[in-house]
Nanobody, 123 residues
Framework: QVQLVESGGGLVQAGGSLRLSCAASGGTFSNYAIAWFRQAPGKEREFVSAISASGSRTYNTDSVKGRFAASRDNAKNTVYLQMNSLKPEDTAVYYC????????????????WGQGTQVTVSS
């Protein structure tokens, strides 16, 4: 059983940056690929970014390419999402999720989820 806890969200002006963290406990963290999803009010949850178990592969959805970057430190059981050049449309609750397979875009493929952290970008 893996527990995930996100942190690092907050209120930022457009053009600003935030770094989200996803800290894991339980299980063998380095066995799991991690994905970031987000859900804005009134919208469906959407895939944002993924990082493989080793951290050697990453992928970002088109809307955040060039602005967001996922990384991980398996020694610290933590995954990060660096978010730069934030836009008001990035406002959402951000979730990290752990699963056995890298780059699965649908949330059903992930076994464990964090509680989410709110990111609000003001214009």
């Amino acid at each position: 059983q893996v527990q995930l806890v996100e942190s690092g969200g907050g209120l930022v002006q457009a053009g600003g940056s935030l770094r989200l963290s996803c800290a894991a406990s339980g299980g063998t963290f380095s066995n799991y690929a991690i994905a970031w999803f987000r859900q804005a009010p009134g919208k469906e949850r959407e895939f944002v970014s993924a990082i493989s178990a080793s951290g050697s592969r990453t992928y970002n959805t088109d809307s955040v390419k060039g602005r967001f970057a996922a990384s991980r430190d398996n020694a610290k059981n933590t995954v990060y999402l660096q978010m730069n050049s934030l836009k008001p449309e990035d406002t959402a609750v951000y979730y990290c999720a752990a699963g056995r397979w890298y780059l699965r875009l649908h949330g059903n493929y992930y076994d464990y989820w964090g509680q989410g952290t709110q990111v609000t970008v003001s214009s």
